[in-house]
């Protein structure tokens, strides 16, 4: 079973406006992390943001936030007044457990590209 | 700044033929990791390391081996490369996660293309 989905492979957004990028996560284990991640063309991974699992507020950097479901095991991307700039692609993904070794492994998702129009 | 390079952006090799990626990084980070990147399929992990000279497979290993000599140093190696090894090769560090809050930050990539 997919412990990370992203239902959305692509979308298209006119610049400025607002765009939310979905992710749905599957674990058993109540003590978890979960990240936003971007990929230019350039192919580097860019950390965008990040939502602990005890968490009580969601999580905000600048213009991301994460809009944190916990009970629906949903963590959603919102990109406020979108920019020519984040075109792109976005991962989202979780890390279980807390620790060394094993515990040090992130699950991502297979990713949205996103595409901002002038 | 953190900084995690790989020494080839991109790599055409030959089917059969030995191919080394190397990937260095400068945070003294514990962990090491490499991901295969291919469309429609995100990351998978294909080996990780959190100490010199330990390794850990992760979800893919098959075809690949690695190598951890040095702290700052982490080595992809395919023995024997196949065409369906084509594919974006990412390397990443962190530090030991005490808390699940520790990113992991990523080189630039190889693009490996196995004819």
């Known amino acids: 079973a997919q412990k990370i989905t992203q239902t959305q492979p692509g979308m298209f957004v006119q610049e400025k406006e607002a765009v939310t990028l979905d992710c749905t996560y599957d674990?058993?284990?109540?003590?978890?992390?979960l990240f936003w991640y971007k990929q230019p063309s350039s192919g580097e991974m860019i950390f965008l943001i990040y939502?602990?699992?005890?968490?009580?507020q969601n999580a905000t950097e600048g213009r991301y936030s994460l809009n944190f479901q916990k009970a629906r095991k949903s963590a959603n991307l919102v990109i406020s007044a979108s920019q020519l700039g984040d075109s792109a692609m976005y991962f989202c993904a979780m890390r279980e457990g807390l620790g060394y070794s094993s515990a040090s492994k992130i699950i991502f998702g297979s990713g949205t590209r996103l595409s901002i129009r002038p | 700044d953190v900084k995690v390079t790989q020494s080839s952006r991109y790599l055409v090799k030959r089917t059969g033929e030995k191919v080394f990626l190397e990937c260095v990084q400068d945070m003294d980070h514990e962990n090491m990791f490499w991901y295969r990147q291919d469309p429609g399929l995100g990351l998978r992990l294909i080996y990780f390391s959190y100490d010199v000279k330990m390794k850990e497979k992760g979800d893919i290993p098959e075809g690949y081996s690695v190598s951890r000599e040095k702290k700052e140093r982490f080595s992809l190696i395919l023995e024997s490369a196949s065409t369906n090894q084509t594919s974006m090769y990412l390397c990443?560090?962190?530090?030991?996660?005490?808390?699940?809050?520790?990113?992991?930050?990523f080189g630039p990539g190889t693009r490996l293309t196995v004819l």
């Open positions: 990443a560090s962190s530090r030991p996660t005490g808390q699940s809050t520790d990113t992991q930050y």
């Open positions: 674990t058993s284990d109540p003590s978890y992390g």
């Open positions: 939502q602990g699992s005890y968490d009580q």
